[in-house]
Each structure stands twice: as C-alpha cells, then as structure tokens.
C-alpha cells in the first residue's frame, strides 16, 4: 500500500539523517526510524482521510435522508387511518431499495482510496455487504461475505443469518458427542459467531448470542443452546435472554423465540414476522338505532 510505502522511506530519511548527526548511535538510528515511520504514517492517513470522510459522508447523509423521509410517510399513513397497509409497505420497501441503491453507487468513490491504506477497502466491503443485506439483495451481498469486518454486532448476525441458509451443518454429523463437538467447531456458522461475539459486550452481544441460541434449538442442540443460553444471560442480563432459558431450562424449546427483539430479529430473515391484523373501524348507528347513510 502506498500509505505504508511512504511510511517506511520516511522512516529511512529520520535514521539517515539522525546518523549523520551521531555515526556511532546505532540504537538511536532504529529508535529514529521507528518513530519517522509511525510519524509518516499518522501524516499520510490523517492527509487521505479527509477526502474519504466526505465520501463517507455523503454515504450517511443520503440513509439520514431515507429515514426522515420514511418517517414522515408513516406519520401521514397513521394520521389518516383505514388506509391499505399492504400497498403502503410496498411503497416503503421501494423507497428503501431506492435510496439504498444511491448510497451503495456512492461507495464507489471510495475506491481510489485503497491503494493508500488497505483497511479502507475492508471499511467499504463491510458497509455494501451490509446495505445490500438490508434490501434483500443477497446474492450481491455474499460477494463481501468474507471480505468484511465483524466489529457491528447488527453485521455478525447478518452474517451467521447468511451462511446459515448458504451453508447448512451436516446433521448426519450430530449424532454422537465426538462427531457433533467437531462438526460444530468446524460449521461456518460458528466461526462467525466466535468473531462476532469476541468483539462485543454487554448489551451488544444479545443479538448475537439469542440468533445463534436459536440456529442450535432448530438443529436439536437443546443442551448446546442450554450452555449458551446461560452464558448468555450471565454476560448480558436480558430479561428475554432469561425468558428463553427459562424456557430451555423447563424442556420447552418449541417455546424460544426472539421476537421480542421485534424488527432487529425479523431484519435477519430468519422467520417471517407475524401479519398484522387490519383494524376493523365499526360504524354507530344514529341514536334511533337506524343504518347509518
């Protein structure tokens, strides 16, 4: 990269020129480079950065844009009930594909950043995987599916959501302890679990915890979801965490569900969320007990 490239003559100019000065302080002359390279370094990233953060930016500002002008269409569809709910949700799903499609263009010109720093190119892989992801355009998103950072709780479980449809576990392999424990460890699923769950805490690793919970309930793994679950609710203290394993603990795991997650749960596909029932707006008749006309 030539960020790093820059970095290190920099760093041989600080030591050649630190030499010229004490020939015979060979130890301040690598002391002097190391710190002529990380000075180099600090200088040429903080130099591209500003014109990334622009594009970034842009990226944010067009999503801000979507989610006020989301808003303000629920707020007219509420205002003014008995519309047909059905075709409004379509006409949000457009309008979020749209503009989502926008700010995935606009990635684009991000790309001249990554021969600077190769972080950069992972930053933007992490962002188109995780939009397309959010407008069902899944096939695109699995191009980034291993190119991308796992530090946002919200893109581990995109993530493990992904592969788990992409890459179901043998089940043949679950039936006894030696074949499951290695079958388990080597399932993608998991290894995208294991790096999720070791960059967050607390509140933040809920999600993660209860999706991958649930992969294990619907495989037949009750007690593999049982240890998790525990470890679960002894990390994070969420009370539907501790629903659940109730639930597990009383042999009840046809019961778990995240659904009080509402939306963050139903945004992974993993199960379609329950159809609202249309209100029914009943009529008074006048105060004679007539039909009203």
Known sequence: MISIFISLIGGILCGTLYSLTDKDASFGIYFCGIIGTAITFYIVNKWKQKPLNVVMQR???????????????????QSRPGGNQAAFMKGL?????????EAIEMLKDAEP?????????????????????????????????DKIWLMDPSVATMKMARLYKKDPIDRSLLKDAASKKK????????????KGIGRVKGANAVLIYSTYC???????????????MTEAHKKTGDDIVAQNLDRLRNDKPNS????KY??????????????Q??????????????RPF
């Open 183 to 194: 079958a388990l460890k080597n399932w993608s699923v998991t290894k995208a679990f294991n």
């Open 59 to 77: 990226v944010q500002g067009r999503l801000m844009q979507l989610q006020e002008a989301q808003q303000k269409k629920v707020n007219h569809f």
């Open 93 to 101: 799903e457009k309008m979020q594909k749209e503009a989502t499609g």
């Open 113 to 145: 950043f990554y021969k600077w720093n190769f972080l950069i190119e992972k930053q933007v892989n992490t962002m188109r995987f995780q939009l397309n992801f959010q407008i069902k355009n899944l096939e695109e998103a699995d191009k980034y599916i």
């Open 262 to 275: 509402g939306e963050r749960w139903y945004a992974l596909y993993l199960e379609e969320p329950p159809k």
């Open 277 to 290: 029932k249309p209100k029914v707006v009943r009529q008074k008749g006048n105060r004679q007990g007539g």
């Open 256 to 259: 778990y569900s995240n659904a």
């Open 214 to 228: 649930w992969m294990l309930v619907k495989l037949g793994l009750v007690d593999e979801a049982l240890a998790l």
